[in-house]
Every structure is written in C-alpha cells, then in structure tokens.
C-alpha cells in the first residue's frame, strides 16, 4: 500500500472514533425516523424539470475529445454515449481518449487533446487535480475543460468551466441511511471504497460517518479495493473478510455496483453464499445493479447517476463556454432505486433516467 493510500484511510479510520454533537444528541428512534424520511425523499418519483430553462443557441460543428477514466465502465461509456446523443444534430464530433484507469499517473492527457486539435475536451472520471500542467495549457490556449466527476466539488473548480457530478457525500449518506433502515437498525457492515479516487473516497468517508450515528449496526471493516484491480484482488478480500467476521457479516456498501458484480462470480459467491449478504450501492446504476434489484438477487438498493442526462448537461455547458455565458449551476437531485420503485425513471430499460423530458427541455432553447 502506498504511503497516499495509507493516510487516505487511517483519516478515515479516525472517523470511527468521533460523532458529531448533533449526532450524539439524536436519540436511536429520532436517527431512525430521520433516515426513513431522507431514504422516501430520495425514493420518489423524478418527474419535474428542475434544470434550465434557457441558454445559448448549440453551436455547430465543433469537435470534442473525451477523456475517459475508463470507457469499460458502465457510468463513463454511457455518458460517452449520451454525448454523442445530445450533439448529432449539431454535428459536433467526439473522440474518446480511454485511459483504461491510469489517466491519474500522467499529467500529459490533456495536452493529447489539444494536440488533436479539440474545440472543448471533456474529463469524465478524471480527477482534475491529477491534471494541473495539462489544465493550465488548455487555459493558455482558451479551450474549455467541462468535468463528470472531476471532482468532489460541483461547479467551477480547479480551471474547470464547470464540473457536473451528484454531491458524493450525500450519495454516500443516502446509500448507508437506506442500509440502515432496511435492517432495522441492526447491520454488521463492510464498506468497499476505492482511496485512489477522491470522488469515490468522499463517499466512503460519508458512508463510515453515518454508520456510526446508527447504535444498533456495527461498522465490521473498510475495505481499499481499487476498482482498476478489483477483478484481481476480491476473491481474497471476500475469504479474509468470511474468516474475521464469519456471520457477524450481513450487510455490504459499495462506493460503485461493480463490487457486486465481482461478489456475484461463482467462485466469490460460494464463500458469502451462507451469509445471505443485502448490497446496497452509493452509486452508480448499472444495468447489472437494476437487474439485481428487480431479481431481489444480493443487491436491495443503489444511488444512480442520471448519465443521459448528465451527457446532455454535458453539452449544454460547453456550448455555454463556447458562447461566453455563465454556466447553469444545474445540480440533479439525489435518487434511491429500490424494488418499489425500479419500474420508473427509467428502470423498465435497467437506467436512471429521470421522467422530466429532459431531452425536449434542452432542444427546445438549443434550436431557437
């Protein structure tokens, strides 16, 4: 392990030992009904438009390299998709650049991009601050940067136009009040995070915090396993965690679906196989995940991203950039998939993707 991903988790460990004052104040029942109403909230349908209502003309003819964290993620090659969706009938081109998960360990990305000529470059899953040499390049050269999941932070940041991404420490809260709430207050839990990614680190973080407010669930173990190595590593993180905590397990959140696929592999779902697990994910609403949800198949809950929509905000803010206006400070509320409610928003085609006719909403000032 290295010394970054080291500090990176005792900080978190250290969270273990503290709740804060509201926390400690809030009796069992008062958390439990608090969470109740936070998890129906986020539970209910996503029918109204609450994104823009105006902007700029889509210019035409523009070409876009997105940089992908990694295109063989559910999440990025789905946004992919959405972008190319949202800018066909302006003929806008967009050339990917797949950094199949190492885009952090160069700073040289960006200049790729620029080499390749973009009129504006999307970084999706690409931490911007991994990016710094290559960010003030693009700003020396004045082609607009527009981050999905950039960063921890909504909105410009670290010489972003704007970046585009749910809150992740309230996805992670939402994801461990409904495990929460589903046991009834009584979860032995493991957390599986990834601490090489801030986005994803933010999350977990929250996940442990909110744990700890729960008097009747016990916090087992936070488990560092890099998504880019997970398909290596699980198996044996799966047998040490089965010999710890034996029973004791009995409820697991993932900081991405992905996990849960990795636990559904025949070789790793004998060794949990009398355990019974319930899965919840903070994220990110894979086709796999609604399949589990609707089969009530490990997985009970994940916290989606809306990722066609995302896409086609996506688009929105870099013509915005390309025009000299204000980005929309558009950020989408929060979701909760469930078995009561997966046959909407989207879920009848294994997605989240809210029923607000997004779509006809940004065409309609798009096209005037």
């Known amino acids: 392990m290295t010394a970054t991903k080291s500090k990176c988790l005792t900080a978190l460990f250290v969270v273990f030992s503290f709740i804060s004052a509201a926390a400690a104040q809030e009796n069992p029942m008062q958390f439990l009904s608090r969470a109740n109403a936070k998890v129906a909230r986020a539970a209910s349908l996503k029918n109204r438009w609450e994104g823009p209502d105006d902007g700029p003309a889509l210019h035409k003819k523009k070409k876009i390299v997105f940089i992908a964290a990694d295109l063989g993620d559910a999440g990025v090659s789905s946004v992919f998709n959405g972008v190319r969706e949202a800018s066909t009938a302006a003929g806008w081109e967009v050339l990917p650049i797949n950094c199949r998960g190492r885009c952090n360990q160069g700073a040289s990305i960006i200049s790729q991009a620029l080499d390749m000529k973009a009129d504006g470059i999307i970084l999706a899953g690409v931490d911007v601050t991994s990016q710094s040499k290559g960010m003030a390049a693009a700003v020396k050269a004045k082609i607009p940067v527009v981050g999905w999941h950039a960063s921890v932070k909504s909105g410009p940041t670290d010489g972003l136009f704007t970046n585009i991404a749910t809150n ?24 599986f995070t990834d601490s090489s990614n801030p986005f994803l680190l933010a999350k977990s973080t929250a996940i442990v915090e909110t744990i700890r407010q729960c008097e009747g669930c016990k916090l087992l173990s936070l488990e560092d396993v890099p998504l880019a190595e997970s398909h290596i590593k699980m198996k044996g993180v799966v047998e040490s965690l089965v010999k710890r905590f034996g029973a004791k397990w009995t409820h697991v959140i993932g900081v991405n679906d992905f996990y849960f696929d990795l636990l559904e592999v025949p070789t790793t779902a004998s060794l949990v196989a009398s355990n019974k697990l319930v899965a919840v994910a903070a ?15 490990l997985q009970t809950a994940t916290v989606p991203e809306p990722l066609s929509m995302h896409a086609w905000q996506i688009v929105d803010e870099l013509n915005r950039a390309f025009s000299n206006a204000e980005h929309s400070n558009y950020v989408s509320a929060l979701h909760l998939v469930t078995a009561q409610n997966i046959a909407y928003d989207g879920g009848q085609k294994n997605m989240f993707e809210p029923a607000n006719d997004f779509r006809s909403h940004y065409q309609k000032f798009w096209s005037k």
């Open 283 to 297: 994220g990110d609403g894979s086709p796999t995940a609604y399949k589990r949800i609707r089969a009530n198949s």
């Open 168 to 191: 992740p420490k309230e996805v992670g809260q939402l994801a461990a009040l409904y495990t929460v709430v589903d046991s009834n207050n009584k979860a032995g839990i493991v957390v």
